[in-house]
């Protein structure tokens, strides 16, 4: 059996407040296969976005990395300096970012940001050599050659979610996270969008980590769910046994709030809102929205037990 490729131990990421600290990321642990796709899913403020920029050591202070490690293959990320986390990114673990327009850079021609990818690397191509590799990358992801000279205002949306795509996989690396890569977009688009992100990852071999909130869109794309909930991880299994038989009452809830074309009437919510991470209730943080609670939920907080080829963090489950 393949080792992972990429190992989350323990991660708990915080923020310095001058209320008190906040914890964003608490505990949490998962392994990621090579060529898996895997989701991590739940309502805004739930951690996914500072878990997915934690493992680039990108979260800035007031934030810090409390405890854990990641792990790609064998080098621990932690441990590595300034300039080796540098050349990490992009040739080891890639970014889609959820806003193509705040992460273009709008002065510069496309073809130049695809570049300076290779320069910051150390790649000293020849100007022919260079020119044929953008064109290849924009060709990997539906884009034209003509789209190298143009600069960030002149494209679309999908055009310039699929130019950091482009970017992303520029230096073929072995993880490509994707937060929220269809943000913004309408459905067409976003078809596009995902459509291509799965076309590439299937001709690198790389596995992605895809972060969001439209369970729908996880269905369609990942092979393996992670869903969150202040913070932590409640539910992690493959997509087709928590579509079909949900275990974690938050997990459950989140499946009822799809919209269906067989079942008409009105759309289910879950009711309250997710608890400020300075405040959180005691036992589990589900408790207070959570019709099935009772007296051990809010007075014990669980841990995630192996249940049925599942993980699920529920007294109940």
């Known amino acids: 059996m393949s080792e992972p490729v990429l190992r989350v131990e323990g991660l708990r990421v915080a923020f310095d407040h001058p209320l008190g600290k906040v914890r964003a990321v608490d505990d949490v642990s998962f392994a990621l296969m090579p060529g898996e796709r895997f989701g991590l899913a739940g309502e805004s403020g739930s951690g996914k976005s500072t878990l997915a920029l934690s493992i680039l050591r990108l979260i800035k202070p007031p934030g810090h990395i409390e405890a854990g490690a990641v792990w790609l293959d064998d080098a621990r990320i932690a441990d590595l300096d300034d300039d080796g986390i540098r050349r990490l990114r992009l040739a080891g673990i890639a970014l889609v970012p959820q806003g193509s327009m705040n992460s273009l850079n709008p002065v510069l021609r496309i073809g130049r940001q695809i570049a300076d990818a290779f320069a910051d690397h150390g790649l000293r191509l020849g100007h022919r050599e260079e ?3 953008i064109t290849a990358l ?5 884009l034209p050659a003509t789209i190298a000279r143009m600069y960030p205002h002149e494209l679309s949306g999908g055009m310039k979610q699929r130019a950091c795509i482009a970017i992303a996989i520029s230096l073929r690396p072995k993880v490509i996270i994707a937060d929220e890569p269809t943000s913004a977009l309408d459905v067409v688009v976003q078809r596009q969008v ?3 992100l799965a076309r590439v990852q299937q001709e690198l071999g790389a596995a992605v980590i895809l972060v969001g909130h439209d369970m729908g869109l996880m269905a369609q794309f990942v092979d393996r769910l992670g869903i969150m909930y202040a913070g932590r991880l409640v539910e992690v299994a493959p997509i087709a046994d928590i579509i079909a038989r949900p275990r974690h009452p938050y997990t459950r809830a989140l499946i009822a709030a799809l919209p269906s074309l067989e079942a008409r009437g009105m759309l289910a919510g879950i009711p309250g809102l997710a608890p400020s991470l300075r405040e959180l209730p005691s036992g589990c943080a589900f ?14 907080r669980p841990v995630l037990r192996d249940i049925a080829g599942a993980q699920v963090g529920c007294h109940l489950a």
């Open 131 to 133: 020119q044929r590799r």
């Open 138 to 142: 924009l060709a990997a992801v539906g």
């Open 194 to 196: 995902m459509a291509t």
């Open 287 to 300: 408790h207070p929205r959570c019709e099935l609670a009772i007296d051990r939920c809010r007075a014990e």
